[in-house]
């Protein structure tokens, strides 16, 4: 089983709509969740961290399941310069700083 | 003023000869990263220095060698380079070492090996 593991998609939706990504982990002791989001031939960069109790940014909600180690992202109302690949993060618990990249989630907003 | 930087772009190379990346920080940032994004996406950890300190020295082979002169560069030289070693690498830095820091990544070395 992988470390992270997420769908790669794509997923094609139209501007407006809700989307959601899920994403699970392997290792119960993992203690840091994120959402990096890279677009086509850049660098990652940080969208939001994911706390215990969820959070939202905007457009942006991130959910947390410790239980069924299980973490997701939602986006309301997408737009087209929403598209990109959505990368899920863990931290390794046997060595903190470490983190773990789950292989992304390609969307595609289209007009 | 960009925060991470690395040279060179690109590079294309061919099988066997030795190559260096450059990376720099102007962040203050106290840790740094070099990271290998595959042609499947995958972003792996490759090593990360602390202070100047190896810290991470993940399961790459000993042709990779990373070296931190000081805290806002870390270079990577590769030697021998294989075909395989063609991918996108990335350097990256955060403030400090430990779960909930936030990473901040160069725009990316595009290495082929012909």
Same mark, same amino acid.
């Given at each position: 089983r992988k470390e992270v593991e997420q769908d790669p998609g794509p997923f094609n939706v139209p501007e407006g709509a809700t989307v959601a990504f899920n994403c699970t982990y *392997?290792?119960?002791? @993992?203690q840091s969740f994120f959402w990096y989001r890279q677009d086509c031939r850049k660098e990652p960069k940080l969208l939001m961290s994911v706390y215990s109790s969820g959070n939202e940014d905007g457009r942006f909600t991130a959910q947390l399941n410790r239980a069924s180690q299980y973490i997701s992202l939602l986006i309301r109302d *997408?737009? =087209? @310069? &929403?598209?990109a690949t959505y990368l899920c993060v863990v931290n390794n618990p046997s060595n903190t700083g470490k983190l773990i990249f789950g292989q992304g989630t390609t969307l595609q907003v289209k007009p | 003023d960009t925060a991470v930087s690395q040279t060179p772009k690109y590079l294309v190379t061919q099988m066997g000869n030795d190559k260096s990346i450059k990376c720099e920080q !102007? =962040?203050?940032? &106290?840790t740094m990263y070099w990271y290998k994004q595959d042609s499947k996406k995958f972003l792996k950890i490759m090593f990360s220095y602390n202070n100047k300190e190896l810290i991470i020295n993940e399961?790459?082979? !000993?042709r990779f060698s990373p070296k931190s002169p000081d805290k806002a560069h870390l270079n990577l030289h590769i030697n021998? =380079?294989? =075909?395989? &070693? *063609?991918a996108v690498y990335f350097c990256a830095s955060s403030q400090?070492?430990?779960?909930?820091e936030t990473q901040y990544f160069g725009p990316g070395t595009r290495l082929l090996v012909l």
């Open positions: *392997s290792n119960s002791a @993992s *997408s737009k =087209l @310069s &929403d598209s | !102007n =962040l203050g940032h &106290d399961t790459v082979p !000993n021998s =380079l294989e =075909l395989g &070693d *063609s400090g070492w430990g779960a909930r």
